[in-house]
């Protein structure tokens, strides 16, 4: 029999499983459930994206394994979207990737950039995969509560001294899932200067 590494049996358990298995408990009881939970349709598919698909799945120059580093045209486009949307230019070679989904991103992104015992950043409530992520990568997580009365933003001031100064990644997202909070230029500002 197989064996799991230790460092998959010190991944907590993932939020949304635990989530799913509630949900299923509850319908098990009879209860009606109205799911605002993740981001997956419960409606068809539309007609035309099928039939899109379809098209694409029947184009010879999609019967093969796409470049290692994604397709160029696509990440010349997204640096070109990235400036004309925030001012920001990017190198298409070197400062965009393309990836399967934001989970694996941030899961990677821990893994590139987190040496065993390193700390990481992140706030309460987040999306799971930066605890677990960091948690794979043996790193160390840090929280940082998001309070109503603080406007859901992470108070970088009570982060202590060690862990601030010796952190690797602090992780961000705004506007904010689940709080849906802004953080506005001078949060970025300061979070800047924090870094």
Do not use: C
């Not at 939970?37 to 694409?56: K, R, S, Y």
């Not at 029947?58 to 696509?74: I, K, L, Q, T, V």
């Not at 991103?105 to 409530?125: H, K, T, V």
Request: aromatic share 12%; no cysteine; hydrophobic share 45%.
């Amino acid at each position: 029999m197989f064996k799991l590494a230790e460092r998959i049996k010190q991944l907590p358990p993932y939020l949304f499983k635990e989530i799913d298995q509630k949900k299923k408990e509850i319908a098990a009881k009879g209860v009606d459930i109205i799911d605002l939970g993740i981001g997956d349709p419960d409606l068809p598919t539309p007609p035309n994206i099928i039939e899109a698909m379809v098209q694409a799945v029947r184009e010879p120059a999609n019967h093969h394994y796409p470049s290692y580093s994604g397709m160029e045209d696509f990440k010349i486009a997204i640096a070109k979207w990235y400036e004309t949307r925030f001012s920001v230019k990017l190198d298409p070679a070197s400062e965009v990737i393309a990836l399967i989904g934001a989970k694996e991103g941030i899961a990677n992104f821990s893994l590139a950039f987190l040496n065993p015992g390193d700390y990481a950043l992140i706030p309460a409530p987040a999306y799971p995969v930066y605890n677990s992520g960091t948690h794979f990568a043996g790193g160390r997580p840090y929280v940082l509560p998001l309070y109503k009365e603080n406007n859901f933003l992470p108070d970088l001031a009570s982060i202590p001294d060690e862990i601030a100064h010796t952190a690797t990644i602090l992780w961000l997202n705004y506007p904010n899932n689940p709080t849906a909070a802004v953080a506005d230029r001078h949060f970025f500002e300061d979070v800047v200067t924090f870094a």
